[in-house]
């Protein structure tokens, strides 16, 4: 063979060896910090999924709203700008998903066991089921914690809430839950509620301690309360194509790595809340208050309605289910 043929061949064998091993890139985008539970469980699977698939596949995370803001991301997922998300499921309900807001039921969770019953067992699959006809599969579910609510003002009772601007997310049933409270409820992107919160845009908000503490929301919020009268997770989902798509020992090597990833997940999760919930009482800037039972009293008086008016958004029969499993 002629020394130009060889060059050739050589640098067509080159080129199709780059082409094998160009990796597959898995954008994951995500709107909070990297130091909260969802922040480290995405760079948990990004470490796993890389090492288990030789680096086949190459996980780039992007944090804090630095791709997309809330309802974009989810836009972004379905057009294939990204791979993968795990928006809050409250964030579910602009996509048609309406059952994912039952989540936000004031006072459906009892605890996290009776969570786990709910996501682990056949309700969770359900709910992740009815993603597909949107081009989603839901690979898992990721946990943060029950919500605290903030103010510029104490918020001991259910009357000190009247004629607040709260903010919260794209949920109806966070819109009844603050309108049952006697508040205004505002939709408002994660991004923007620290900016909001500090110009006065709204007066106050809910979230758990570790998404407060990590966007420095109580540097701008003079009391907290601890009311557990709602819950926060998340759905981790990708691009159902793309899913569908990739080689089968991608797809499996990427399901363990998700399944050890969750594990870590649900496992710091309510230390990193305490944490947080601790590092906020030591600024000193914000005042932290735990209802009584007296007080729980009153606001489940207040809150626990909202149950029975959202049954015709979310499905009588979804709610009494959750409330079945929830109390075995
Ligand atoms: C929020 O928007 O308040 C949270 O859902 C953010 C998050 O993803 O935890």
Redesign the pocket.
């Known amino acids: 063979m002629k020394l130009k043929h060889v060059l050739l061949v050589l640098s067509a064998a080159l080129s199709f060896n780059a082409y094998a091993q160009a990796p597959i890139v898995i954008k994951f985008s995500?709107?909070?910090a990297t130091d909260?539970p969802?922040g480290q469980a995405a760079e948990r699977f990004k470490q796993l999924a890389e090492k288990a698939t030789n680096g086949r596949v190459k996980v780039e995370v992007y944090p804090n709203s630095q791709l997309y803001k809330?309802k974009e991301e989810l836009e972004a997922l379905q057009l294939g700008a990204v791979q993968m998300l795990?928006?809050?499921l409250?964030?579910f309900g602009p996509l048609g998903v309406k059952e994912f807001e039952a989540f936000d039921l004031p006072y459906i969770f009892p605890s996290k066991t009776a969570l786990y019953n709910v996501t682990e067992g056949e309700i969770g699959k359900g709910l992740m089921k009815k993603l597909e006809p949107k081009g989603i599969t839901g690979l898992a579910f990721w946990d943060?914690g029950f919500k605290v609510m903030s103010a510029n003002k104490p918020l001991r009772a259910p009357a000190d809430f009247k004629g607040l601007k709260m903010r919260i997310?794209s949920s109806k049933v966070l819109d009844a839950q603050m309108r049952a409270l006697g508040a205004n409820p505002q939709v408002l992107?994660?991004s923007e509620?620290y900016q909001a919160l500090q110009t006065g845009v709204v007066d106050g908000t809910e979230?758990p301690p570790s998404?407060m503490y990590t966007q420095k929301m109580h540097e701008v919020q003079k009391y907290v309360t601890v009311s557990n009268h709602g819950y926060?997770g998340?759905a981790v989902i990708v691009n159902k194509k793309f899913w569908d798509g990739l080689p089968a020992d991608i797809r499996t090597a990427l399901d363990k790595a998700m399944k050890e990833a969750t594990t870590f997940e649900k496992a710091i999760a309510q230390r990193d809340n305490d944490l947080a919930l601790e590092a906020i009482k030591k600024t000193g800037k914000t005042e932290i208050y735990t209802l009584s039972v007296k007080e729980q009293a009153e606001w489940r008086k207040a809150l626990l309605p909202v149950q029975q008016s959202m049954e015709s958004r979310i499905g009588k029969d979804l709610i009494s289910a959750i409330n079945k499993e929830a109390a075995k």
């Open positions: 995500h709107v909070v909260t969802k809330d795990a928006p809050s409250a964030k943060n997310q992107a994660f509620v979230n998404n926060l998340y």
